[in-house]
């Protein structure tokens, strides 16, 4: 069975910073690309970042664009998200998620999501 174990999550400031880690148990790590999601109180679970299954092609929600940047790490099997300049507004569990089709793009909608792992809360506070 497939696991993403998630780390990073916590209390922070505005304007703090914060690093997520995702490490999942799938020897393809490799060959799919991965991304975060969040999904704060009341809300529906939105995209935040993906990154290409090479660690190219980035892409970010418009909300996070420019304080957030995704990378990986293919030799230690981690996919990582740099959370910089953190607003009240970022509160939310983020997940991480792995694209359901291997040397896909994305994951950018939990359509394409095969795995979620299960969820860090992070809280940034005024």
Not at 100 to 120: E, F, I, K, L, N
Request: proline share 4%.
């Amino acid at each position: 069975q497939v696991q993403l174990v998630e780390s990073g999550g916590g209390l922070v400031q505005a304007v703090g910073s914060l690093r997520l880690s995702c490490a999942p148990s799938i020897r393809s790590f490799s060959s799919h690309s991965m991304g975060w999601f969040r999904q704060a109180p009341g809300k529906e679970r939105e995209f935040v970042a993906a990154i290409s299954w090479s660690g190219g092609s980035p892409r970010y929600a418009d909300s996070v664009k420019g304080r957030f940047t995704i990378s990986r790490d293919n030799a230690k099997n981690t996919l990582y998200l740099q959370m910089n300049s953190l607003k009240p507004e970022d509160t939310a569990v983020y997940y991480c998620a792995v694209q359901r089709v291997a040397w896909g793009q994305g994951p950018y909608y939990s359509g394409d999501v095969g795995y979620w792992g299960q969820g860090t809360q992070v809280t940034v506070s005024s």
